[in-house]
């Protein structure tokens, strides 16, 4: 290879970088106000949020208790055009969570659990408060406090699950039997 075309090359290319050299510096040195607004378009792909949950529950609080059982209460509310059904739920709080529906029998009011857990219907919702459903916390592991922040999860019949956090809140007024084996003895 001849030493004259190399050179013949390197010139060219030379020539070449000068070129691009000076026509990238003529726009960087015009507009440094310009790189603001490259932000907005970001934002545009924020459409693709995945769809709000069916399931939302107004005024979560949990009764206050020293431990064993106490229960959850609020209203489930659902947000979608079809029914949901909650079939179980967990807390840290105790390994046994169960939900329940106070009845009539002979004129006692007594819990039980609810079979078929409870129905959220469609755009509507669903009460649990004392006296009727509940969310019943069977051995709570450590004492309620007021105020206390206390997660749960519910789990659906669809196998979807919902999470909330209820409140620890001073209550005296429930009619249901609490302790359904202290009449025993
Ligand atoms: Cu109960």
Request: glycine share 10%; hydrophobic share 45%.
């Amino acid at each position: 290879m001849s030493s004259r075309l190399v050179s013949s090359l390197l010139a060219l290319a030379t020539a070449a970088t000068v070129v691009s050299c000076g026509s990238a510096e003529t726009p960087t040195a015009a507009a440094p106000a310009t790189t603001a607004p490259a932000a907005a378009p970001a934002t545009a792909p924020a459409a693709a949020t995945p769809a709000a949950p069916a399931l939302s529950i107004t005024d979560p609080w949990v009764k206050t208790a020293k431990e064993g059982m106490t229960a959850a209460f609020g209203t489930l509310v659902n947000n979608s055009a079809a029914d949901v059904t909650v079939v179980s739920g967990a807390s840290p709080l105790s390994p046994m969570i169960e939900l329940h529906e106070v009845v009539d029998k002979d004129g006692k009011m007594v819990m039980q659990p609810k079979q078929g857990g409870f129905v959220v219907p469609a755009g509507g919702s669903h009460e649990l408060a004392p006296g009727g459903d509940h969310i019943m916390i069977m051995d709570a592991k450590e004492p309620v406090e007021p105020g206390a922040e206390v997660p749960f999860t519910l789990t659906l019949a669809d196998g979807g699950t919902f999470a909330f956090t209820a409140i620890g809140k001073d209550f005296a007024g429930a009619k249901e039997d609490y302790q359904p084996g202290s009449h025993n003895g």
